[in-house]
């Protein structure tokens, strides 16, 4: 399955991982690697983390870019480490090459200050300068970095971690040289310290380590729920403007527990847009005939006859230890066919049935093609309510969540994600 959140959060173990075997790799051979030589092993190291971005990110100029930045770092550190610069330089290039491409700001400042870092330290080198002011340039470099990452999120983890990073490597630049990267390292681990307890007020529960990794940057569920997802009874997920149910979908899929088994209920998502396990339920409620060779139930929004038969057949058919939960933009294709007298009571029927059986309804609804009073009635027998939008500020499209949890009488304002 992918999602974005999943995606991020293989991005930031990925440079764990690199950073981790740089930092193993240059205390075992200290002795045997000069200075320019560990610089050449750490360009080698951030340029496999940007590989790692470009992969799960489908993002060819990072691959691109980031392949001829690890040839560059292992040109110099087997032929000539004053080459080394070099990679930096390719490497910020692309990025922020990518960023200008995929309309990504924030990848193309975080490409610009990695492009200036390996500029600096190419000068450096032909001026035979001291190390310690060229780091120096790189920790506010990588300050400025956090600062960045920190403007994607609804946290102010990263940006207080990047403030901090920069005052502290000045100040121990100028007074304490000897207590730099202790210095440094208190600041991170006070970050993510910090990190843990912010996430804990923000969900009312102990974050995932994907949550934490990520700074709860894009997830959509991270906010007014305390419990699990499937221990909500009905769930209904409102969405204005150009906000995709596909998305929606993946992104719930992403937070079910492994005991859950997902029961899809298709309207305008094609099943054929997804990417589902083989143990998932899926049915397309959909008013297009003549199809063939789909090996899903196609069931028609005008009968809500078969739609009920369907479900009843499927959750007789499930194992007593998995826990179903129904979810899916069905109700976007039917209600159009319903009056509201009679959409009122299917609801309310499916609402009460989740409720009566233990188990998880979540609706995916677009409230721009419905009548209020039809909203209004999903609004009304919903124990949780999570609304997304789309709208402009200041000539750019941002996205919001709301959520109002009755369960645990949470309730939140408008934040970005």
């Given amino acids: 399955m992918q999602d974005h959140t999943h995606a991020e959060v293989r991005v930031w173990i990925g440079f764990a991982a690199s950073f981790s075997l740089a930092f193993l790799a240059t205390i075992l051979a200290q002795d045997r690697l000069t ?55 390719v490497l910020g290039c692309g990025s922020a090459i990518s960023g200008l491409y995929n309309h990504s700001r924030n990848q193309s400042l975080i490409g610009v200050f990695v492009a200036l870092g390996g500029m600096v330290h190419l000068l450096a080198t032909l001026m035979a300068a001291t190390a310690l002011p060229v780091l120096l340039v790189w920790l506010v470099l990588a300050g400025l970095i956090f600062i960045t990452v920190g403007s994607e999120t609804t946290s102010p983890v990263p940006h207080f971690i990047g403030v901090a990073w920069i005052l ?8 304490f040289p000897e207590f730099m990267f202790w210095s440094l390292f208190l600041v991170f681990a006070a970050g993510m310290i910090a990190n843990l307890f912010y996430l804990y007020r923000l969900l009312g529960r102990v974050p995932k380590v994907g949550e934490i990794l990520s700074f709860a940057s894009r997830a959509l569920f991270l906010k007014g729920l305390k419990k699990p997802i499937d221990q909500y009874r009905v769930v209904a997920i409102l969405l204005r403007g150009n906000v ?75 194992p007593n230890d998995v826990v179903p939960v129904i979810l899916g933009d069905f109700l976007d294709n039917m209600i159009p066919h319903m009056d509201a007298r009679l959409f009122h009571k299917y609801y309310a029927d499916q609402a009460s049935a989740a409720r009566v059986a233990n188990r998880t309804l979540i609706p995916i609804v677009s409230v721009d093609i419905h009548r209020e009073v039809d909203v209004n009635v999903v609004k009304r027998f919903a124990d949780v309510i999570i609304e997304n939008r789309e709208r402009e500020a200041h000539g750019r499209l941002i996205r919001e969540v709301r959520v109002s949890n009755r369960v645990d009488d949470i309730h939140t304002d408008w934040e970005r994600y």
């Fill in 35 to 89: 200075a320019e030589q560990v610089w050449a092993v750490w360009t080698l190291a951030l340029s496999a983390g940007f590989m790692n971005h470009g992969f799960w990110h489908r993002d060819r100029i990072s691959l691109l870019s980031s392949s001829v930045s690890m040839v560059l770092a292992l040109l110099s550190l087997v032929f000539y480490p004053a080459l080394f610069p070099a990679g930096w330089i």
């Fill in 244 to 318: 995709g149910a596909k998305n929606v979908t993946h992104d719930v899929l992403s937070h079910l527990e492994p005991a859950c088994l997902p029961v899809l209920l298709l309207g305008p998502t094609a099943p054929m847009e997804l990417s589902l396990t083989p143990r998932t339920k899926v049915a397309w409620v959909t008013g297009v005939s003549g199809l063939s060779g789909l090996d899903v139930p196609v069931l028609s929004p005008e009968d809500p006859t078969a739609v009920s038969v369907f479900l009843t057949k499927t959750l007789d058919a499930l």
């Fill in 168 to 175: 502290v490597s000045v100040a121990s630049y100028a007074f």
